[in-house]
């Protein structure tokens, strides 16, 4: 169970039946916003929801990467990895620099495939991203602590500011 959850007392969906339920409606509104995806819980979402490891590297990416798209771009294809056949278990370190090494640049998450097949990051990369992954802790704590600051109850949660500066949260799916 997330950190985020346990701080607020939230509970899983699955763990509640009308939350269960209502994530069956929620998975049907996403297929059919992307009809191409395959979206399916892995077998033992328990076991593999633990993913403190791809959090970290997607600090460190955000960080070490002045472009807002390669940050974007791992952002999807972890999620993309997670939440669709074989639903890879991103709690593994070989698995995240597995789906790092693989990430084409333009990939989306969307279930096209991008026109360029030039990978996103080399081998080196993977390599310095995995190590200054651990170097994020404190980083992901503090993320975790501003979105329970800003109410966050669940992941997840986005607080997004238009052009005007006007700033609003957003809970919801993250398939």
Known sequence: MSLLIRNVGNKPPWTLPAKATYGLYDSQRAIARFPTLQIQFPADLMSVSLTVLPLRALHFIKRTYPDPEVFETALHCFFHSFWSPPNM???????????????????????????????????????????????????????????????????????????????????????
């Not at 070989?94 to 360029?116: H, M, Q, T, W, Y």
């Not at 081998?123 to 993320?143: F, N, P, R």
């Open 89 to 175: 278990n991103l709690t593994r370190p070989e698995n995240v620099a597995k789906v790092l090494a693989e990430i084409s640049v333009g990939f989306k998450g969307d279930g096209s495939d991008p026109a360029a097949a030039d990978k996103l990051f080399n081998a080196q990369e993977v390599k310095a991203i995995l190590k200054g992954a651990h170097d994020m802790k404190d980083a992901l704590k503090q993320t975790t602590q501003s979105a329970l600051d800003q109410g966050a109850f669940g992941a997840p949660w986005l607080w997004v500011t238009n052009s005007a500066g006007q700033s609003e949260p957003f809970f919801g799916s993250d398939r």
